[in-house]
């Protein structure tokens, strides 16, 4: 465990570091994308985040191959060298794509070549488990097709869900932190060895989407484009192929007795089948609605429009934080109730909860306006781009619960963030330099972790000021 950590750690500090200097780097590559009529963010905001994202999974690849246990991973089995061959073909097409822009048939083509590659290299789903039947064994065919299917799918499924600031990150993390701690128990409590390198993509998935996640937070400093996105749901899919179909059922009967009870507790492997589909849920649902919504309305199913789930959050009184963390918290309801599942598939309490969590959700997702009370002892943990005078509203409209002590001011309702200098109090130098931003043409201001931010008002068109939008399947 502790060299996992250490691998997760690497991987998350390397892709933390890099993201600044490419965040330069795209700006003088000019990899910003002028704003277009369907899309949501008000401001040019570089991509190729996916770079650094690359950069710490070949550092935790490099430090994973140094370690006394992992290392012997990388002498037994071609899977890290393969993920790592497919990673850089997906990521090479990502990169062109984010600068001169890559026709959407060349991309599909792309991905299909990365899996190939993948599956050349020995990382393919050999067998299934088939509850009533046994173990399956595949063909050489069906275990090439089933592979690039479930490769290509996945990617597009992280690229379609990458709409709003820090949520395809946010929720890959989530993803990953359910299929390591599943891998994990396939490998160390039942000593399976062919579930290590699962447990290693997942882990390495963490550390890269944990270290950009800082820069891809709202208002986003930078997007990971279809360099990253496509990225990470290479390493994925490439996690659940390995354990899918790569873990010897033979194995398990050893620790169960019988073919049943491995057949029965093979019976979760599905979960790293699924575990994908946990982010395709939400955007697969928006598709599907989008489609009747535009045929019911006599438009064509391809029509743009600014009708998708996110903007629905937003239009319903949402802030964009909180229409992020209700899409995580569905998210990690799916995925950790799959793996509990998964254990302990007979415990009605599992079940119990799944349904109470889902109410609770369900209550979030009705009140937008709720804005809950900050005690003052949690002050301290807030960052302080979040932290806001006491009475100022919030990106909904709403007031804030913070304190009135507050060291700091933000006003969220000009997007202009300003910080008490010198030991004045936060109210009078907040209100200063809103008064001066009231008499004057509305600028883009600094943010305090660098970003920069539009006025409510943008002045060439009057629009009201929004989160930003990356992904290009979800405006």
Request: proline share 5%.
């Given at each position: 465990m502790r060299e996992y950590l250490l691998t997760l750690c690497v991987a998350a500090a390397v892709t933390y570091l890099l993201t600044g200097p490419v965040r330069k780097f795209a700006i003088a590559a000019k990899a910003m994308p002028q704003i277009r009529a369907r899309d949501v963010h008000r401001e040019p905001t570089p991509r190729l985040g996916g770079i650094a994202m690359f950069g710490g999974l070949c550092a935790g690849l490099l430090v994973a191959s140094q370690l006394t246990n992992i290392g012997e991973l990388f002498v037994l089995s071609d899977e890290p060298r393969a993920l790592?061959?497919?990673?850089?073909l997906i990521w090479l097409l990502?990169?062109?794509?984010d600068?001169?822009?890559?026709?959407?048939l060349v991309k599909l083509g792309g991905q299909m070549i990365a899996a190939g590659v993948m599956v050349l290299q020995g990382l393919t789903i050999l067998w299934l488990p088939v509850p009533g039947v046994g173990n399956v064994?595949?063909?050489q065919l069906q275990g090439t097709l089933l592979t690039v299917a479930l490769v290509v799918i996945t990617i597009n499924a992280v690229n379609f869900v990458d709409g709003l600031d820090g949520l395809a990150s946010g929720m890959v993390t989530i993803a990953a932190a359910a299929f390591f701690m599943y891998a994990y128990r396939i490998w160390y409590g039942y000593g399976v060895e062919a579930a290590a390198p699962a447990t290693l993509f997942a882990v390495l998935l963490m550390g890269m989407c944990l270290g950009f996640l800082p820069h891809n937070m709202h208002p986003a400093r930078i997007f990971m484009g279809d360099s990253g996105s496509m990225l990470i749901g290479l390493?994925?899919?490439a996690g659940a192929v390995s354990i899918t179909g790569q873990v010897d059922p033979d194995l398990m009967v050893q620790h169960t007795g019988s073919v049943r009870s491995a057949v029965h507790t093979m019976v979760p492997l599905y979960m790293p089948l699924l575990l994908p589909l946990t982010i395709i849920a939400i955007p697969v649902a928006d598709l599907v609605l989008a489609i009747v919504r535009r045929t019911w309305r006599g438009e064509s199913p391809f029509a743009a429009d600014k009708g998708h789930l996110h903007h629905r959050l937003l239009e319903i009184g949402h802030s964009?934080?909180?229409?992020?963390?209700i899409m995580y918290f569905w998210s990690a309801l799916i995925a950790f109730g799959a793996v509990a599942f998964s254990v302990q598939s007979s415990s009605l309490a599992i079940v119990l909860a799944i349904v109470l969590l889902s109410a609770v959700g369900l209550v979030v997702l009705l009140l937008p306006r709720f804005t809950p009370q900050v005690p003052r002892w949690a002050y301290a943990f807030v960052p302080p781009r979040y932290r806001r005078a006491p009475g100022a509203p919030d990106e909904s409209g709403t007031e804030s619960g913070i304190p009135s002590d507050a060291p700091y001011l933000v006003n969220f309702e000009k997007n202009a963030q300003f910080a008490a200098p010198n030991g004045n109090s936060a109210e009078t130098a907040g209100a200063e330099k809103a008064e001066k931003a009231e008499?004057?043409?509305?600028?883009a201001f600094a943010g305090l972790n660098g970003a920069t931010a539009i006025g409510r008002n943008d002045q060439?068109?009057?629009?009201?000021s929004g989160p930003s939008c990356d992904s290009e399947h979800t405006k």
């Open positions: 790592l061959s497919g990673a850089g990502g990169v062109l794509d600068k001169w822009g890559v026709d959407a064994a595949l063909t390493v994925l899919a964009h934080s909180r229409a992020v963390l008499n004057a043409p509305q600028p060439r068109g009057g629009r009201s």
